[in-house]
């Protein structure tokens, strides 16, 4: 009893001696409330974080402080313990100040007539932070009443939480998240128990335990481990695991504050301004380092050709959310580095062909529909223009598939005067590709169709979605939570035969071949984009889990040394593609049944009529085959075909060259491999296949002739499947069944075998 009222006795002597002392000033600082200057404390700066809570980059408050905050919950409990034990044992129980605490600090500040000890608990640390005031008796009393108003206004989790998130430890670096970054280069939830104590010790005296100089960096240790003493002295830590944490000694060299994904911060704060408290992006800080290497790899191979520059963006395929963003190949002054190549205006080449076809099918074309791909000069306001393909030629009759899939320009500019500039215009800024109003239809004309128009990553990476998501537009997200907009583009027929066409490997091979980076485990609509005097390089792609886009260049716009999007960025998606796929189908799950093959006129992409001798087969809306036409390219029987008149000159141009009427076919003569002048060598006769469900069976189709042949016919149980150029290869998904693969040229004895897909 009689110590009871001792205890009484000092408390109140300690308030008593308070009250005397800071008399003067204790009205204005009692009326305070706390809470107000800490919600500002936490209302600016911040941090980013990628979508599994790894720090991107810190941002600077209104004071200067660099904060991560992050929620107790990610705070580990070695930590939380360790900084309990440290500074306010009876944190849990007490109602904002400490009894005993008090006791024990009215002896001494009465001994020394002065305050000399604070007995102050975590919540009046907290206001401190919040409320920076000399240690005087007037602030401890405002200390004192506002803990009481603190804690009624949070929980204790919701005080320890902004308490470990502002605590000062290294200079304007706050909270524990930030420190365990800056000495242990981790996340503050990983810190084991010998971290955690010394984090916790170095609160008392920042600059006295600081760990970076030999004199702090010892006295920091000697703290630790009385600390580490404490917490197995009351339990909160096993004998062994004491031991084992004294073993452990403390780094003595700061790690680099994080700056991850430079560029993708750099544009949120920007769009967004500064963070407030801790923002979740959609950034995989594994993949974006990844992808930061990739570029980095290929700079010697792109600078040898005249491209200083290399800019990629990784999209997640479903939701849209920007998982991966480098805006150059380094971030700093060097080569315009600082630059977004992500979010910049670049000419978009053969990259928007994909949209002006998908008009096409909205507007009732199909992918078998031929267009003339033949040269011819078009009257405009700035007088004639006369496009050109890639490859100074051009190609005929040739299918929309074909069209596309070989990025011919004189065909898709042909295409483009069908629909009509203003219609695809306006397609472009509802797709959300063009988001500048200044250059109308009437300015951007017929070279529109071949990607005249500045276009920014971001926007063609959103826009480029619609194909693998049913036509459905969704905007790009940032952030985790952030609203997007979704709206349907073109319909889910359109979508899928558009998809259907950039994953054929066949639909490309008349001008690209089958490169290796266009080869993939499972269908990805590939497009790529050159724009005049190979200035700017593109490639974007899409399968079941990612869009990917990626630019080579100059950011000044000096030309580069013949790079394409295909040599410049292919090797570069290759790399891309290979750090994250599933082996899994998209074409299954986009078709749905709302397409279906049938027979066309291998040569006019028509119903094939009684006449025609070739077939083929191509992708229809369903109900819609039998609206085609009949084909009119063949009237008699026989192997001539019956051209329109625009085809003269470029005919008469193609005898001339190949010294061949190439419309002229006769009959395969076929006999088996043994005794043939063109050899199949892939596959081979009684070769048999095991169906795999995901995209029939890829085989692939190479045959070697005895002589240079121009193209060898390749036809799959009668109808023609593919033309290759040399080497004379393709790849053909296979169904189940028996196939009949005949290798033909003109000229030549063709080659037959037989194989069986189970």
Not at 187 to 195: H, W
Not at 599 to 626: H, I, N, Q, T
Request: aromatic fraction near 10%; include cysteine; charged fraction near 20%.
């Amino acid at each position: 009893m009689k110590l009871k009222i001792f205890k009484i006795v000092l408390v109140f002597s300690f308030l008593l001696s308070i009250l005397w002392f800071g008399r003067e000033t204790i009205a204005e600082y009692v009326v305070d409330d706390p809470v107000l200057p800490i919600e500002e404390y936490f209302s600016s700066g911040g941090a980013y974080t990628d979508c599994n809570g790894k720090l991107l980059r810190s941002v600077a408050n209104i004071r200067g402080d660099y904060l991560f905050p992050v929620k107790l919950k990610n705070q580990s409990k070695e930590l939380i313990e360790a900084v309990i034990t440290a500074e306010d044992r009876n944190f849990r129980t007490h109602p904002g100040f400490d009894l005993g605490a008090i006791i024990r600090a009215a002896i001494q500040n009465l001994k020394n007539r002065r305050v000399v000890s604070g007995a102050s608990t975590i919540t009046q640390q907290l206001i401190r932070i919040a409320v920076p005031r000399e240690r005087t008796f007037a602030a401890k009393i405002a200390e004192f009443f506002g803990s009481i108003r603190i804690e009624a206004a949070y929980s204790k989790d919701e005080i320890l939480e902004k308490y470990l998130n502002s605590v000062c430890l290294f200079g304007n670096v706050r909270g524990t998240a930030m420190a365990a970054q800056l000495l242990f280069g981790k996340d503050s939830g990983m810190l084991n128990l010998a971290e955690s104590a010394a984090l916790a010790a170095a609160i008392q005296a920042p600059g006295r335990y600081n760990p970076f100089t030999l004199k702090g960096n010892l006295a920091l240790l000697a703290r630790r481990n009385r600390i580490l003493h404490d917490m197995l002295k009351l339990g909160k830590c096993s004998e062994s695991e004491y031991k084992n944490a004294l073993k452990e000694i403390i780094p003595t060299y700061k790690k680099k504050r994080a700056f991850n994904a430079p560029h993708f911060c750099d544009y949120l704060e920007k769009e967004q301004g500064k963070p407030v408290g801790t923002i979740e992006t959609t950034i995989d800080l594994n993949i974006q380092n990844k992808l930061a290497l990739i570029l980095k790899s290929h700079m010697p191979r792109l600078e040898r050709q005249g491209a200083t520059q290399a800019a990629a963006i990784i999209v997640d395929a479903k939701t849209a959310e920007v998982i991966a963003m480098c805006g150059s190949a380094e971030y700093g002054p060097i080569s315009g580095g600082f630059n977004n190549g992500t979010t910049s205006l670049r000419s978009g080449g053969s990259v928007l062909k994909p949209f002006l076809y998908a008009l096409a099918f909205e507007k009732g074309y199909f992918p078998s529909y031929t267009i003339s791909d033949t040269m011819q000069p078009f009257k405009t306001q700035r007088g004639d223009y006369l496009p050109e393909n890639s490859q100074q030629r051009d190609y005929g009759p040739v299918s929309i598939r074909l069209a596309l899939g070989n990025s011919l320009n004189v065909s898709a500019v042909k295409m483009l005067n069908q629909l009509g500039v203003s219609d695809f215009y306006n397609f472009l800024v509802e797709s959300e590709i063009l988001e500048y109003k200044d250059k109308g239809a009437e300015t951007l004309g017929l070279g529109l169709a071949i990607g005249n128009p500045e276009i920014k990553m971001t926007n063609l990476a959103q826009a480029f979605g619609i194909f693998g998501n049913g036509g459905v537009f969704k905007s790009l997200k940032f952030i985790k939570g952030q609203k997007q907009t979704v709206k349907e583009i073109i319909s889910k027929e359109s979508a899928y035969m558009i998809f259907d066409i950039l994953s054929d490997p066949s639909a490309r091979l008349l001008t690209f071949g089958n490169p290796s980076f266009f080869k993939t485990s499972v269908p990805t609509a590939i497009k790529t984009g050159t724009s005049t005097a190979y200035r700017d390089c593109w490639l974007v792609a899409h399968d079941q889990n990612f869009i990917a886009v990626v630019w080579a260049g100059n950011f000044n716009g000096k030309p580069t040394r013949g790079l394409t999007g295909a040599t410049a960025c292919g090797p570069i998606f290759r790399d891309i593609y290979n750090i994250k796929h599933e082996k899994k189908t998209l074409m299954g799950r986009l078709n749905k049944g709302l397409t279906e093959k049938r027979l066309v006129c291998a040569v006019s992409g028509l119903r094939p009529s009684a006449f025609c001798k070739l077939k083929s087969s191509d992708l229809f809306v369903r109900s819609e085959y039998e609206k085609i036409s009949e084909c009119h390219f063949h009237t008699i029987t026989g192997t001539y075909h019956t051209l329109n008149p625009e085809y003269a000159t470029w005919l008469e141009k193609r005898k001339k060259s190949i010294d061949a009427d190439p419309f002229k076919l006769e009959t395969p003569a076929v006999t088996d491999n043994s005794g043939a002048n063109i050899k199949i060598i892939s596959p081979h006769e009684g070769d048999r296949f095991v169906y795999s469900a995901y995209h029939g069976v890829p085989i692939n189709l190479r045959a070697i002739p005895s002589r240079a042949l121009s193209e060898i016919i390749w036809f799959v149980n009668g109808i023609e499947l593919e033309r290759t150029a040399p080497p004379y290869e393709t790849i053909w998904f296979a169904e189940k069944g028996t196939h009949v693969i005949t290798a033909y040229a003109e000229g030549a004895v063709a080659s037959q075998i037989t194989i069986v897909v189970e």
